[in-house]
């Protein structure tokens, strides 16, 4: 009985034991599972973490604190810093900032008659209806003469700069290194974004690239133009236009009878007649290098001319009047000459050069000439300058809507009087010099108010002045100079007292 009770105690203990050692492996699997499982869920989560960027870490592209790349700390990056979205065209003279413009090997060029070589026609009719299409296209590297042509063009464009930098919709455009001539004949259009007739030289708007040599000569043409970006003759993407007694007039906003854009180019004009009536249109806007000589320039409600960032015009023995009576785009002043620097990106910065011979520059409101955010060299000899604003200021050189560039000015008078107050604002500079016989009566301050009714400055910025032995200052009120070169005795206080630095400048008549 005894081995029996024992027997069964061991199977007893056995089954026992083996019953524990299960559980226990069971709950350890099962204790793996779920750590398992917990790992799973872990990596999951964090896999969403990661595709997102790492707390504390800079995104991708520049770090913080650390120059741009291509400059250094306080100085801009190289290349064309970023432009702003476009208002029109340009700022001051033909609209707002420009923007990037895109590329020409973007466009598909139409052309209701397209010329592809050689070519020389009279008497024909070129016309289109066709947005973004030419009525007569211009592309070859060979000669084409057209004489007497009619032309006729509708159909509006939306496409911004592609119009203004690159000729789409142009009534006429000559590209691709054309050596095209038109002689007389009308060419007339009705759309926006439609320039008269467009040179374009291939240089893919890069300012003072040289172009492919695409050169158009255009003489006794009458042009007509009645929509919004629609210059008469048109010059951009270094392309060369001579222009000979033409008759052109121009009504819509950013217009301008001589208009140049991106790229620039050279222009030369001899006699003729040139007309704007629209907002934003000064008779000249230049992007480029233009030549007038003898010719009448008209512009009866924007400036007479206009030049932005490193181009110039030079007129000779031409009549030019202004009427400028509503402030365009950023500008708050009112001008017969305008030279600025609008930071779009469609003139490069640098010297602006604005030279007047002979002639006569009438200006029927607002301040004759003025310069904001770039430098200016003016000259001007034998110029009858008559100036009919009431406030009469013949020269400002201030703060005006653009930024980014200085306000600096020279005034060179050569055989030539001047009379109004001259306006120099705090953050601005004047050189001015009177040579040759010149004579100034005026006076210098830097009271400066704008056509907003706004305050723009209260103190003299710095002005150099000097007279040679031949020229005369004539005092119409209190001035003040930085520096003085010449003889006090060729000032004529005229009651009134000029003061150097600071100091009444003793000697004077």
Known sequence: MKKIIAVILSAALLLFTLTACSSATASAANDTAAEAAATTETTENNKEELSGEFPGEPPEGEFPGEAPKGGSNGQPPEGDPPEAPPESSHGGGEGGPGSSGGSSADIDYKGAVEITSAADQSGKTYSSTTADESALLI?????????????????????????????????????????????????????????????????????GATGDGTTLIIRDTSIVTTGSGSGGIMTTGGGITYAYDLDVTTSGQSSAPIRTDRGGGTVVVEGGSYTSNGLGSPAIYSTADITVSDAELTSNLSEGVCIEGLN???????????????????????????????????????????????????????????????????TLEDVDIVNKDSEDILFSVCADGWSGGSNTASLKAIDQELSGAIKVGSDSSLTLELTEGSSFTGSIDGSITNAKG????????????????????????????????????????????????????????
């Open 139 to 207: 592309s070859t590297s060979e000669t084409v003469t057209v004489t007497d042509p009619t032309v006729t063009k509708t159909g509006s464009s939306d496409g911004g700069d592609n119009c203004n930098f690159y000729g789409l919709n142009a009534a006429v455009l000559v590209k691709d290194g054309a050596a095209a001539t038109i002689t007389g004949g009308t060419i007339t259009s009705d759309a926006s974004g439609a320039n008269g007739v467009f040179c374009y030289g291939g240089n893919g708007g890069k300012n």
């Open 454 to 509: 706004e305050t723009v400055s209260t103190e003299t910025g710095a002005v150099s002045v000097t007279l040679d032995g031949t020229s005369t200052w004539t005092l119409t009120g209190d001035s003040y100079i930085t520096s003085f070169s010449g003889s006090a005795a060729n000032v004529i206080s005229n009651g009134y007292t000029l003061y150097v630095n600071g100091t009444a400048l003793t000697g004077t008549k």
């Open 312 to 378: 110039s015009i030079t007129l000779s023995e031409c009549d030019l009047t202004a009427n400028n009576t509503k402030c365009n785009g950023k500008a708050t002043f009112l001008d017969s000459i305008m030279i600025y620097q609008s930071m779009s990106g469609d003139a490069d910065s640098g010297t602006s050069h604005f030279t007047m011979t002979g002639g006569s520059l009438t200006s029927l409101s607002g301040h004759v000439f003025h310069v904001t955010n770039t430098n200016a060299v003016i």
